[in-house]
């Protein structure tokens, strides 16, 4: 029965792999013209930009205004405003170290805490809600149409020393509990970046698991998986890519998220890379050193993007 469940996992119900080649094969010249919006778009606003950034960071800065002057050649590039980061993040002066480390933690435990919530969610809606699937739907996007900035804000009001939290807590004034969860809380940051984030992970969540093939779970079941072995040997293994991908969705913005920490700590001892960022470019003459910190957070994030994308590969060549 394992490898008849082995078997199941791969599959999918998708066209004949052999005849979509053919197909790609005889029109290549109708895809590359289909691709071509979407490539020129990634040149203009991706390329373009990121380009900007590396010639600012390894440009110079007006001596006398203190505002960032690019270098568009390469072969004039200077490396002195990105060592001055580096350093101060692996060298002995490293007081950019801990928020870089800080933001890899709240990122990875956000990030656990967003699957935990949302994988049983997108699977109750996707495979189990029937006729209150478009509710729901409804339900899981209203938060879309709502500024993050606002959700913070409802937060602040809450967790604030006489907002409902606390009252909550002291049975409206029976105990006496007077928490400063405002003061620059981990665990509040935390919780935050997972409530922001959170609908980008169902969503995608949901679109992948309401893929799946019905065939090949009740192929399991008639090969005697029960319930939680058909889950676990056939679903988890069929839905890894849309795990990584909604996982991606979450964790590049996150990242790059400052205004969280902003509105629900303010404490220097939860900032994060974000926090370093947005404090850099309104430093006058730290716009370099702003950059160079995009770039790191560029270069890290592409370790998992190359996962998701060698996932996806191994699955488009088992499925050929």
Request: glycine residues 8%.
């Amino acid at each position: 029965m394992a490898q008849d469940l082995a078997g199941i996992q791969g599959r999918q119900l998708t066209p004949d792999p052999a005849h979509s080649a053919q197909g790609r094969r005889a029109r290549p010249g109708l895809w590359s013209l289909l691709a071509f919006p979407g490539i020129a778009w990634l040149c203009l606003f991706f390329l373009a930009p990121l380009y900007v950034v590396l010639a600012i960071v390894f440009g110079s800065v007006d001596p006398i205004y203190r505002t960032p002057v690019p270098v568009w050649n390469p072969l004039h590039w200077n490396a002195s405003q990105f060592t001055y980061v580096t350093d101060r993040i692996f060298g002995s002066n490293a007081i950019f170290g801990p928020a870089l480390l800080r933001t890899a933690a709240y990122v990875a435990v956000a990030s656990l805490v967003c699957i935990t919530i949302a994988f049983p969610v997108a699977y109750y809606v996707a495979r189990l809600a029937g006729r209150r699937r478009g509710m729901l739907l409804a339900l899981l996007i209203a938060p879309f149409w709502i500024s993050y900035m606002m959700r913070m804000l409802a937060w602040v009001n809450l967790l604030a020393d006489d907002g409902l939290v606390n009252k909550a807590l002291s049975l409206d004034g029976l105990f006496s509990v007077h928490t400063e969860w405002l003061s620059g809380k981990a665990t509040v940051v935390v919780l935050g970046l997972v409530y922001g984030y959170v609908p980008y992970m169902i969503l995608p969540l949901y679109a992948g698991l309401d893929r799946l093939p019905q065939s090949a779970l009740e192929a399991a079941r008639d090969l005697g998986a029960n319930r939680v072995s058909a889950f676990v040997r056939v679903v988890l293994p069929m839905c890894r890519t849309t795990i990584v991908a909604s996982a991606l969705l979450t964790c590049l913005p996150m990242l790059g998220d400052y205004y969280t920490n902003d509105l629900l700590s303010g404490s220097p001892r939860t900032a994060m890379v974000g926090n370093l960022i947005n404090e850099t470019v309104l430093t006058p003459g730290e716009t370099g050193s702003a950059g160079a910190f995009v770039m790191i957070v560029l270069v890290v994030s592409l370790v998992p993007m190359l996962y998701y994308v060698r996932s996806t590969r191994k699955n488009e060549l088992v499925a050929t």
